[in-house]
């Protein structure tokens, strides 16, 4: 799967995704992130990206024509053939803008896009971008929660993050997505490791029982508990599906 990142901060992302499980990834190739400096398509003398707001207001916009060339030419590089803004949507790349006016980034969503070939992702600074090029280019606007940051780059590496475990290979093993919180809309239940007792707390005596449907039924029963008291919102979501 190949993620392409358009940013004016390369230098934020790629120590982040060359380390630890993506790192591993990338060099064995199941994942390939590729960042691309939209200052690179600022043609004009000082590399100027941003610019006034039209209307007024604090801080600057990113404009839309470097942002425009940057993507024309991430496209040309993955498919000549495929979908500019403007052309037919069935052949179109999908370009996620991160932005805290998106729909809230969830695992469903990770495990939907983790089904793409290509994935262009679009970093804004600044107090944003230009409207316009957004509307040619833009097929999803993500949020990663309620809260504004300064840039694109963290939420990008959220995403890239979660959506890239979810390839297969990436982990060593590929069961375990199917356990952990919010597999089933459930979050995961407590786990333990050795010693048997650490600072006078024992390991629940189910789990050295060997009964494996004992240990399912406990673990069953510990990730209800944990999200009705942790995530009552989550709770209610799955009482309603079940
Ligand atoms: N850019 C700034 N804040 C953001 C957020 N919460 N999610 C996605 N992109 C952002």
Redesign the pocket.
Known sequence: MNFHVMTLFPEMIDPVLNTSIIGRAVKSGLINIDTVNIRDYAFNKHSKVDDYTYGGGAGMLMQAEPVYLCYRSVVDGIRPDAGHAGKDGSTRIRCIY???Q?RV?DQETAGELSKEEDLILL??HYEGIDERVLEEIVTDN???????????E???MVLIDAVSRLVPGVLNNDLSPEYESFYDGLLEYPQYSRPEIWHDRPVPAVLLSGHHENIEKWRREQAIIRTMERRPDLWDKYKGKS
């Open positions: 991160l932005t805290p998106g980034f970093c804004g993500i949020s990663i929660g309620d809260y504004v940051l300064t840039g694109g963290i939420p990008a």
